[in-house]
């Protein structure tokens, strides 16, 4: 059965940093792109980034370029993303999500960002 | 980078066929074939329903359809089941990333 655990959110001050990581199961992890997507409490859902299978490209949500990196180790079947300089709007929930057939075929639970002081 | 346009609502008797549309631009939604639909309840993932404008994921009931005309993609649910009752979005490729739709609220009555 395929499994993607995200964690790593939490409370975050603005202008802190969070980790977060999802691990990944029940399919070969190296064979797919792997996507973070978030929605805000209440509204609606965005792409954030996403990343090649062997880690050689990655893209980004133009509004989050340059404060967030998505990375990926195929040895431990996990994905990250690392965020810097959060904003209040960052609060979200932070979905991991497997790629395939040009869609997003199997998506995690989420972990809750919260930035806030 | 802006999201695809979809109405904020729509509903239907059990039974009946409700279809929510999805538009976008030559650059996303009209540009490719890579449109998905999801589906949301409340305090859940998101799950797909349509991908590649057409195509049903193995176990997704064949009462869920989609389709496409220039920028405008549709989703339709017919024979409306109690349980058909959610959030839906819809999601286009738009080049070197993705945008969705703001979401409708499928309400059966």
């Known amino acids: 059965e395929v499994q993607l655990v995200e964690s790593g959110g939490g409370l975050v001050q603005p202008g802190g940093s969070l980790r977060l990581s999802c691990a990944a199961s029940g399919f070969t992890f190296s064979n797919y792109w792997m996507t973070w997507v978030r929605q805000t409490v209440g509204k609606g859902l965005e792409w954030v980034a996403d990343i090649k299978p062997d880690g050689s490209v990655r893209s980004y949500v133009a509004s989050l370029k340059g404060q967030i990196t998505i990375s990926r180790d195929n040895a431990k079947n996990s994905l990250y993303l690392q965020m810097n300089s959060l904003r209040t709007d960052d609060t979200a929930v932070y979905f991991c999500?497997?790629?395939?057939?040009?869609?997003?075929?199997?998506w995690g639970q989420g972990t809750l960002v919260t930035v806030s002081s | 980078q802006s999201a695809l346009t979809q109405p904020p609502s729509a509903s239907g008797s059990p039974g009946q066929s409700v279809t929510i549309s999805c538009t976008g631009t030559s650059s996303d939604v009209g540009g490719y074939n890579h449109v998905s639909w999801y589906q949301q309840h409340p305090g859940k993932a998101p799950k797909l329903m349509i991908y590649?404008?057409?195509e049903r994921p193995s176990g997704v009931p064949d009462r869920f359809s989609g389709s496409k005309s220039g920028n405008t993609a549709s989703l339709t649910v017919s024979g409306l089941q109690a349980e058909d009752g959610a959030d839906y979005y819809c999601c286009s490729f738009a080049g070197s990333f993705w945008v969705f739709g703001g979401g409708t609220k499928l309400t059966v009555l």
């Open positions: 590649e404008v057409t």
């Open positions: 999500v497997r790629n395939s057939a040009w869609s997003f075929d199997r």
